[in-house]
C-alpha cells in the first residue's frame, strides 16, 4: 500500500523540520510557503514544492499547518476549505489566540474538513532532531488517523482534550519557557560576574537540581555570547508573549513572574536584537549588570 503523502503549508524553522522528519519516516511530503527561497529549500530536502495552499489539499488528506500570524492562517484555512476533500485533517501546529483557530475550524467544517488544535513544545533546534512534544486537542477519531503523522516529527503526542485545550496547554508551557529562559540568563550573568567561566558554569549547574531545559537548550548560546543561529527569534516570540498574557488576563489569572519576564524580551527588542534567539536575554541582563563581554554578533538574514 503507497505511503500516506502529508502536506505542510509554512516551512519556516519549525515547518521545515517537520518536514524533513517526516520525509526521514518515509511520508511523502507536499510542501508550500510564501518564500519561494523556503520552497525550494523544501524541495532540495527531497520534499514537492507547489505553488498554492490548495494544490496541497488537492494531494494529501493529512496537511501540518505551520503558521506565523493569525491573518495567515484565515488566508490558508480559505484556501483549503476550497480545495481540501472531505475527511481531510488539518493538524494547526501554531501559537494563536484560541479565538482565530475556532473561526478556522468553524471555515473547514462547513467543507467537511477537520481542524485540530496540536500546538508544538520545542525550540527550532529541537524540532530538527524529533524532540518535540504535542499537545493535540479536537476531534478525537481525527486524532487517531492523524497519529502515525504526529509520530514522524515528535518524539511524544499528547491528547489533551476538545478544541483549544492543545493551545490552553503551550500557554501554560510557553509561561514557563519565558521564566526560564530569563532565569538561565539571569543564573549565567550572576556567575560571570562571579568571576566564574560561564562553560563551567554551565556545566555544573546543568548537572545538579538547579538545571533546566532552556539552560540546556540555550546555556550553550550564553556561554558563547552568540545568538545568531535563532532557534526563536525574539521578534517572533512578542507575539507568544502577548498572547499568553492576554490569555491569562481574559480568564483573570495572576502571573506576576511571566509578568516580570516581558521587559527583558521587550529590551532585547529596544536593543535591536529582535532577529536574534531569544537567549539573547543573557545580552540584555550582561548589560543591566555594566558587564557586556562583546558586540552581540547580529543574525543573517
Avoid at 490558508?76 to 475550524?105: M, W, Y
Avoid at 481525527?142 to 496547554?169: C, D, E, H, I, W
Wanted: glycine share 10%; hydrophobic share 45%; proline share 5%.
Amino acid at each position: 500500500m503507497a505511503q500516506q503523502i502529508v502536506g505542510i503549508v509554512g516551512l519556516g524553522i519549525m515547518g521545515s523540520a517537520m518536514s524533513f522528519n517526516l520525509g526521514r519516516a518515509g511520508f511523502p511530503v507536499v510542501g508550500y510557503d510564501v518564500a519561494p527561497r523556503r520552497s525550494a529549500e523544501h524541495k532540495r530536502s527531497g520534499g514537492v514544492a507547489v505553488k498554492s495552499p490548495r494544490e496541497v489539499a488537492r494531494r494529501a488528506n493529512i496537511i501540518v499547518t505551520s503558521l506565523p500570524s493569525a491573518n495567515a492562517l484565515s488566508e490558508v484555512a480559505a484556501d483549503l476549505a476550497q480545495s481540501g476533500g472531505r475527511g481531510t485533517i488539518v493538524i494547526e501546529t501554531s501559537t494563536l489566540p484560541i479565538p482565530v483557530k475556532e473561526a478556522a475550524r468553524d471555515a473547514l467544517a462547513r467543507r467537511g474538513v477537520v481542524l485540530l488544535d496540536c500546538p508544538l513544545s520545542g525550540t527550532g533546534a529541537q524540532a530538527r532532531v524529533k524532540d518535540l512534544v504535542i499537545y493535540a486537542s479536537g476531534d478525537r477519531a481525527a486524532y487517531r488517523k492523524a497519529v502515525p503523522v504526529l509520530q514522524g516529527f515528535t518524539r511524544a503526542n499528547y491528547y489533551v482534550g476538545p478544541f483549544g485545550a492543545g493551545s490552553k496547554m503551550k500557554f501554560v508551557a510557553n509561561l514557563l519557557v519565558a521564566i526560564h529562559n530569563v532565569a538561565a540568563a539571569e543564573a549565567m550573568v550572576l556567575g560571570m560576574k562571579a568571576g566564574l567561566d560561564p562553560a563551567l558554569v554551565l556545566k555544573v549547574v546543568s548537572d545538579g537540581a538547579g538545571s533546566s531545559r532552556m539552560l540546556q537548550v540555550r546555556g550553550p548560546m550564553m556561554v558563547k555570547g552568540d545568538y545568531s543561529e535563532a532557534t526563536m527569534k525574539n521578534e517572533v516570540w512578542q507575539k507568544d508573549m502577548t498572547i499568553i498574557g492576554d490569555f491569562a488576563r481574559k480568564i483573570d489569572c495572576p502571573t506576576p513572574l511571566f509578568a516580570a519576564s516581558a521587559p527583558i524580551y521587550n529590551a532585547a527588542m529596544a536593543m535591536g536584537l529582535g532577529t536574534e534567539d531569544t537567549g539573547a536575554v543573557c545580552a540584555v541582563l550582561e548589560q543591566m549588570a555594566g558587564r557586556p563581554r562583546r558586540k552581540v554578533r547580529r543574525a543573517r538574514r
